[in-house]
């Protein structure tokens, strides 16, 4: 019985060890699972997701398979010594078993011990409150890391450079919430891990403009509180020698607000040199010269035939432009790099060489954005092209092993090839990028579960192991 202590075993390199038990869920509304856990040497396989791992399975009466089940956690190296974990999740309706099957899954070596697990039925409205209570206490990284903060980068030619000179590559993650959450989730934690476990040298924090002036209606504080989250996350990054990028998390083109953003945030972090500003999240649905100089943007039906990647409405608005943004930035007298995304959603990038490029007026310099992600092809003409020219850093990319709903079964890809080709990409050109996302609710997830910094295996495991260092062979172009 797996509430006893298991001791799981490489003996044969390469070759799955699996121990299986079944547990009744018929008629439960979730369930809460808890065990013991010690992995030690272990060595991944030849398939990114062939590691020590703890896989959970509904089936109905007949033993088909129910969708469902909880990621499952992933584990590699060694733990320092028994730890605790804790998952509580609802049961799909006709389940009639749980079914629990840890596994040294095709590893190359390792061992895997469990103990003291227990099973147990639970309400459905216990679930909001269990993952809190089920996820260990996190104690906030401490703000001086010990490390000298990073330099203040700058443009030469198509590569980033620190003041001597040197060429500096970009290699990290987006941690998110702060986009839909005034306090975060786990922020600081997730910075310093991002950093300290999975090897970064940058982080992409997204964040809102309504939030940074306090106009949420859950804010009463004027947005001070979020302001000095922004803050902390900074220090956070910046003492452990990694920079920050500023994100403003918005959607098809900039107005006023987000203007008034930029002139307050770059007089705040314009003597930060570890902090770069992403003027604007997604741009789409405008034209170049819209994009660039401002103007009158339609309100107009989306069009079936173009995937629309978020469910905001297109209103008529006047927008700002990028140019406008880059301005207030100098005129507050920051130097900070600038990152610039372009139409399509951040994705296309091929007008900056027809005349479109903005002009940085003064500062050091600007690197152009695309989001990468398996439904976007055409990656020669979109962004390949004009990182021959220009610094590219690739802000958003990912893959998820699920289709989500405005994705065309046809442009749908197996994650675990596309992960490799398009990370094997970016190391090729040696493109600046910021894997999304580091949070294991907002797709495509690298994490695998909340209170635990694992990697998913068909996107998060492929993004840590090109952090650590791995090499990825060339494969097929979009």
């Known amino acids: 019985d797996l509430h006893r202590y298991q001791r799981l075993t490489v003996d044969v390199p390469d070759r799955q ?131 000298p903060a990073p330099p203040a980068l700058k443009v030469a030619g198509n590569r980033l450079v620190d003041p001597q000179g040197q060429e500096v590559w970009l290699q990290g993650a987006s941690v998110d919430s702060l986009q839909w959450s005034n306090t975060g989730e786990d922020i600081l934690a997730s910075v310093a891990a991002a950093i300290e476990q999975w090897h970064a040298n940058v982080v992409r924090l997204p964040m809102m403009a309504n939030r940074w002036f306090g106009k949420d209606p859950g804010q009463t504080d004027g947005g001070k509180a979020y302001r000095e989250l922004i803050a902390q996350a900074v220090q956070v990054a910046n003492s452990r020698g990694a920079w920050l990028i500023l994100d403003l998390h918005r959607f098809r083109a900039p107005d006023e607000q987000d203007l008034a953003f930029w002139k307050e945030a770059a007089a705040v972090y314009k003597d930060h040199p570890g902090v770069i500003f992403e003027l604007f999240n997604e741009p789409h649905d405008i034209s170049w010269e819209v994009w660039r100089n401002g103007g009158e943007v339609a309100d107009k039906a989306k069009d079936p035939a173009v995937l629309a990647e978020n469910k905001d409405a297109m209103v008529r608005f006047r927008t700002t432009g990028i140019q406008a943004l880059v301005d207030a930035v100098r005129a507050a007298g920051a130097r900070n790099l600038i990152l610039a995304g372009a139409l399509d959603w951040s994705y296309d990038l091929s007008g900056i060489l027809t005349g479109f490029a903005l002009d940085d007026r003064g500062g050091n310099g600007i690197a152009y954005v695309t989001h990468v992600y398996p439904w976007k092809s055409g990656w020669q003409h979109a962004f390949l092209d004009v990182a021959k020219v220009h610094p590219l850093v690739v802000t958003e990319v990912g893959c998820d092993a699920v289709r989500y709903d405005f994705i065309p079964a046809s442009r749908f890809e197996d994650p675990y090839g596309w992960a490799g080709d398009m990370i094997a990409c970016i190391q090729q050109h040696r493109l600046n990028w910021t894997a999304f996302s580091f949070h294991p609710n907002c797709g495509p997830p690298m994490l695998a579960a909340k209170g635990s910094y694992e990697p998913t295996p068909f996107w998060g495991s492929f993004v840590r192991a090109a952090l650590l260092g791995q090499g990825f062979v060339p494969g097929r172009q979009r």
């Not at 979730?30 to 398939?47: D, N």
């Not at 733990?79 to 309706?93: I, T, Y």
């Not at 103990?115 to 906030?140: G, N």
């Open 17 to 147: 060890v699996l121990l299986y038990r079944e547990v009744p869920v018929a008629g439960a509304e979730a369930v809460r699972l808890a065990l013991r856990l010690r992995w030690s040497g272990v060595k991944r396989g030849a398939k990114p997701w062939f590691d020590a791992r703890l896989m959970l399975e509904f089936r109905d009466a007949k033993g088909a398979k129910l969708a469902g089940a909880p990621p499952p956690p992933f584990f590699t190296g060694s733990s320092d010594g028994w730890q605790k974990r804790e998952l509580a999740f609802a049961v799909p309706p006709g389940a009639a078993v749980l079914t629990i099957m840890p596994a040294l899954f095709q590893a190359k070596a390792g061992s895997f011990d469990l103990d003291d697990l227990v099973v147990e039925r639970i309400p459905a409205s216990a679930l909001a409150a269990t993952p809190a209570k089920a996820r260990p206490a996190v104690p906030l990284p401490a703000l001086d890391g010990g490390r």
